[in-house]
């Protein structure tokens, strides 16, 4: 019996020092785990959060800016080359004109090396410099114009309800983003469509409203619209329906 006490005794103190050695080599081991595995989740949190928010901002911006119902019309593509040492680098020039069809219009071209990347930069840059033109009853000028940039010369000209657009490619482009949908140009002196577009552009700058010219001269529009042989009532009337 005295053995097999000092045995017990003897084999305790050694079982009870091999456990909580392993439990403690155990543990600690699974919280170095945790801990690589906490920063690494954490870390990869950050960088996945940071990425979602660049995501999120150019979302919003995107949501912004389509959120006006534009209409982009690609006028004219350019391909241009340019020999280098190794043979020849080949480049792309886009014009577009850019609307929403209710008297607002711009155009801008971009460069790039790709196609589509052209377009984009075009597109941003016709957004950035939409005018205001005023329309007559929607749909076509208030009065005739005239344009010139360089060598080109274009003249626009007003035209009843169910004239349509009768206008070369280029100017067909602003006329439809614009929103007319009655008139009558011709371009003269060239077919370069960025010399068009600007001469169209030169003149749409030009035009005016009865109601603005009534404001700047301190009258009524009606008094203005009277002077052409028309009676009061018509006049009147017609004053009435211009908004702009």
Do not use: C, W
Request: glycine share 18%; charged share 30%; hydrophobic share 35%.
């Amino acid at each position: 019996m005295a053995d097999e006490n000092n045995t017990n005794e003897a084999e305790a103190p050694i079982a009870a020092t091999e456990v909580p050695g392993a439990d403690t080599g155990g543990e600690a081991r699974e919280a170095r785990g945790r801990g690589r595995g906490r920063g690494g989740n954490d870390r990869g949190g950050d960088r996945g959060g940071r990425g979602r928010g660049r995501d999120d901002r150019r979302g919003r911006g995107g949501d912004d800016d389509g959120g006006e119902e534009l209409i982009e019309k690609l006028v004219h593509i350019n391909r241009v080359s340019k020999t280098v040492k190794g043979g020849k680098r080949f480049g792309f020039a886009a014009l577009v004109v850019v609307g929403d069809g209710k008297g607002r219009v711009g155009f801008g071209h971009g460069k790039a090396r790709e196609v589509p990347e052209a377009i984009t930069k075009a597109t941003a840059s016709a957004k950035k410099k939409m005018v205001r033109v005023p329309l007559k009853e929607g749909r076509t000028l208030h009065h005739d114009g005239k344009g010139r940039f360089g060598a080109g010369k274009v003249n626009l000209r007003s035209a009843p309800a169910g004239t349509g657009i009768i206008a070369g490619g280029p100017m067909r482009a602003v006329f439809e983003s614009l929103g007319v949908a009655d008139v009558v140009t011709k371009s003269v002196g060239t077919s370069n469509p960025y010399n068009m577009i600007r001469a169209t552009f030169d003149a749409l700058v030009s035009q005016t409203s009865p109601k603005s010219v009534a404001q700047r001269r301190g009258k009524k529009v009606a008094d203005l619209l009277g002077r052409g042989g028309a009676s009061a009532a018509e006049a009147e009337a017609e004053a009435a329906a211009i908004t702009e």
